[in-house]
C-alpha cells in the first residue's frame, strides 16, 4: 500500500486529501498544531489514519513527527506539505510576530520537513507543496507576508526538483485559488467580501477541497510520472485576465 504524510491535515484542503488518498487505498498520516483541530480530526478521519500534533515551526516536533511515520509505515511515497498560515495586514500594520510566523510556517517548516522526510521517500515518491495563485506574480493589498513566504517554496521549486531528479523523487506545487474551506472563517471574511471574490472568479464559485485534493492525488500517481518541478493552478480561471 502507498503511504502519504500530509503536513496540516487536521483541517480543509489537508483533510480532504487524506480521505481521497485514503479511499484509495493510501496509509495516511497527518499533522496539525491546535490540539482542538487535532482531536477533531482524530475522531473525524478513518481510525487507521495516524493524527499527530507537531508544530511545523518546531524542529524538534519534526523530528518526533518523521519518527513516528517511520514506526508506522516504514517509508513514504507522497510528502504533501500544505501546513499554511495566512494572516492578511496592510504592510503599516505588519508585526514582527506576524512577519515570524509566517516565515516559520509557510516557508521554513516546509524546508525543514522535506529535509527531515528526505530519508523516509521513497525513490520514485512525490513531493507536492500546497502554494496558492499570490506566489510571485500576482498580488493582493494585504497579502505581502503570505505571497512572499508562498513564492518562496516556488523559488526554491525548481532547484529541488533537480537536487532529488537523481532518485526520481518528483518535487510539484498545487496552487489553489480562492478554495471553500475553514480558512474564510478563522480569518473572518464577512459575507459580503465572499461574494465579492465569487463574482471575479471566471466560473463563479470557490474550488472545493476535493478538487484540489484531486489534483494532489493526480501529482502524487504514477499517471504523473514525468511531471517536476511545476505549479499547477487549481483556480476556475482566477489570475487570466489581461
Ligand atoms: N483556502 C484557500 O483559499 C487557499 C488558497 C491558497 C492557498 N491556501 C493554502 O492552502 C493550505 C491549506 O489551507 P486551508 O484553506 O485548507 O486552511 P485550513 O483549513 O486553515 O488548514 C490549515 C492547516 O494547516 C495547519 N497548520 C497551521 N499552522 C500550523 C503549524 N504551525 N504546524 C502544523 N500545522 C499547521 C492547520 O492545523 P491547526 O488547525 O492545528 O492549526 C490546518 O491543518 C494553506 O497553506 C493555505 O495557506 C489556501
Redesign the pocket.
Known sequence: MPTALI?????????ATAELLHARGYRVA?????PD??AR?QSELPDDVLVVR????VLSDTDALMSAVSERFGSLDLLFL?????RPAPLSDATEESFDEHT???FK?QYFTLQKALPLLNDGGSVVM?????GIHRGSPGATL?AAT?GALLAMMPSLALELAPRRIRVNAV??????????D?LGVPQEARDAMRANIPFER??S?QEVAETVAFLASDAARYITGQDVTVAGGSGLSA
Do not use: Y
Open positions: 503536513t496540516g491535515g487536521t483541517s480543509g484542503i489537508g483533510k497527518v499533522t496539525g498544531q491546535n483541530s487535532v480530526a507537531s508544530d511545523a515551526r500544505n501546513a499554511g498560515v495566512f516559520e510556517v509557510n517548516g500546497t502554494v496558492g495563485i499570490m503570505g508562498r496552487s489553489p485559488g480562492a478554495t471553500d474551506t475553514p480558512l474564510m478563522k470557490f474550488g477541497v
